[in-house]
């Protein structure tokens, strides 16, 4: 038995987070009011709610004691290799390209096999993003890569 660090650490990440991108919003953008919302006012906060919760997940923990868990190395790499994937293709592959490339890298460590419902499950979380992002909040993203 050990100190819960998975829980402590996390929470301690998610509230510095939210505090750095709240304070970051604040110094750089305008807040506005609350009938005339400026550019800063939904990442503050954003950033002033996740810095709670992190301190709701992490708070508790200082008191409690479990098993170490297993770290996946391979899992994590994975996720951290889509997040890259993403953010790095965005711009070349568009949203649906960036997206449907970051789905399959991170099925990769599961332990199902296959390939088919890495393709149906990238082809669905593609489809949804397109929908929220560009249909729903118009953002002006590229959808599709650029064949320039």
């Known amino acids: 038995m050990q100190r819960d660090w998975p829980d402590i650490c996390g929470g301690v990440i998610l509230a510095a987070l939210g505090a750095g991108v709240a304070i970051w919003a604040a110094v750089h953008y305008d807040i506005g009011t609350l009938r005339r919302m400026g550019p800063g006012f939904f990442p503050v906060v954003l950033g002033g709610v996740l810095s709670v919760l992190g301190l ?11 098993t170490a868990p297993k770290v996946e190395v391979g899992a994590a790499i994975a996720v ?21 490339a ?43 890569p650029r064949l320039t």
Not at 56 to 66: N, S
Not at 80 to 100: C, D, E, K, W, Y
Request: glycine share 10%; net charge positive.
């Open 56 to 66: 709701v997940v992490a708070v508790p923990a200082l008191g409690r004691t479990v």
């Open 80 to 100: 951290l290799g889509a997040i890259v994937i993403f953010a790095l293709g965005l711009p070349r592959l568009g949203l649906a390209g960036a997206t449907a």
């Open 102 to 144: 970051a789905v399959l890298v991170a099925t990769i460590p599961a332990p199902r096999p296959g390939w088919r419902w890495r393709v149906v499950l990238a082809t669905a979380v593609t489809a949804l993003t397109v929908l929220v992002f560009s249909v729903g909040l118009q953002m002006t993203l590229p959808l599709w």
